[in-house]
């Protein structure tokens, strides 16, 4: 099972933080931070870990938020994109895996305290989301001072620096992970199209996968206006917005939604036969791999586009099953010709799905239409038993 991101999160993060901020404040007292930021540390999860320590600055900094702001900007290092030559406090954090992770409390300190000095906390999260990222705590002020926010954000779109650009998408994401939903946007989502707009061609790729994620939760609400704004943008498009487009589209296509696999070619219904179905083994325990295998026969006169994913249906503690789409492949197949497809699907428990035992039913779907493929029969009991 993957390590618990806490556990890159540990006791070395407050004292690298403490030792960055006496560098450049003589009146910090490190001993006393660090005391009150370790008592109950072990024993909370990353995002708590992430505000107790936003919390315990927000006690041993000047009272001044402005003040305080002012030290946390000037003990940051340096930003993603320079020169790495130079070792500093906050450099150390890239072995743990967790980079900027280190600024997590910073990002809620700009959160929790700086609503009241909105010019001050804009100018602090673009320094932290060149080093980190302030998609968290610009969220609260997009809730309380939206206009301004959205303007700001609309300066930033154009902006030299691409996490500042990126900030623009993925702070404005409706549904965005590990954060509170920004409900303004899910009943209308206008203000944050017209900045996607401004970034849809954006050169660099990962702002536009954030583009694609911010269109994809708006998908979710707004099916019809995801299907709508893809098809206006895959008009004269490369393939940097092509792909962009299909992204967006994923959770969409995943539901089987006819507009969106429409737009990617894959509207028609299949003709096709399905054969020499095997999944084995047809018993497996919790920890075994399960090989789910099958042949696909073009029974239509033409040439036939086909998008074909797994839906294979997992049991829950409760007893219910629940489906998880397995992604295989998109293919062309002309009349009479047969296609093998084969996937091999972890049984072993992980962080994101924990397994129980019973029988799991196994769908194919293609372009979006679901077709029984067969089920299996999981044990409880490690692999081999």
Do not use: C
Not at 47 to 64: K, V
Not at 98 to 112: D, K, N
Not at 117 to 128: N, P, T
Not at 267 to 274: L, M, N, S, Y
């Amino acid at each position: 099972m993957a390590e618990p991101l806490k556990n890159y999160f540990g006791p070395e993060i407050p004292q690298k933080i403490a030792r960055m901020i006496s560098a450049v404040y003589a009146d910090f007292q490190a001993d006393a931070f660090l005391h009150d930021a370790l008592d109950g540390f072990e024993d909370l999860e990353l995002t708590p870990r992430g505000w107790h320590l936003a919390r315990a600055l927000r006690r041993h900094l000047p009272e001044d938020y402005p003040t305080a702001i002012e030290i946390l900007m000037a003990s940051l290092g340096p930003k993603i994109e320079e020169s790495e030559d130079s070792q500093t406090e906050a450099d150390e954090t890239e072995s743990s895996g967790m980079s900027g992770f280190l600024y997590l409390p910073h990002v809620f300190f700009v959160a929790e305290y700086g609503l009241d000095d909105f010019e001050v906390s804009m100018d602090a999260q673009y320094e932290l989301t060149q080093r980190f990222t302030a998609e968290i705590s610009i969220r609260p002020f997009l809730v309380e001072h939206t206009d301004r926010t959205l303007a700001r954000l609309k300066e930033w779109s154009a902006d030299p620096r691409p996490h500042v650009r990126r900030l623009v998408s993925e702070g404005t994401r409706p549904r965005l992970p590990w954060a509170p939903r920004l409900r303004a946007f899910q009943t209308d989502p206008g203000p944050v199209l017209e900045l996607l707009e401004l970034l849809k061609d954006d050169p660099e790729l990962f702002v536009r996968r954030s583009v694609a994620n911010n269109l994809n939760d708006i998908g979710k609400d707004h099916p019809e206006l995801l299907v709508d704004t893809a098809r206006r943008w895959l008009k004269d498009a490369g393939e940097d917005r092509r792909w962009l487009v299909r992204h967006a589209l994923r959770s969409a296509v995943k539901r089987g939604d006819p507009g969106a696999l429409a737009l990617l070619g894959y509207g028609d219904p299949a003709e096709v036969t399905i054969r020499d179905v095997t999944i084995t083994p047809p018993a497996p325990r919790i920890g075994d791999s399960v090989v789910i295998a099958f042949d696909l026969l073009n029974t239509g006169a033409g040439v036939q586009r086909l998008l074909v994913d797994l839906h294979l249906h997992f049991v829950k503690a409760s007893g219910r099953t629940s489906p998880k789409v397995f992604k295989l492949r998109g293919l062309e197949l002309a009349p009479r010709q047969t296609a093998s497809l084969r996937k091999t699907i972890s049984l072993a428990d992980m962080s994101t799905r924990k397994h129980y035992p019973g029988m799991h039913t196994v769908d194919v779907v293609l372009n979006g239409r679901l077709e029984p493929l067969g089920a299996f029969d999981l044990g409880a009991g490690p692999a081999g038993t």
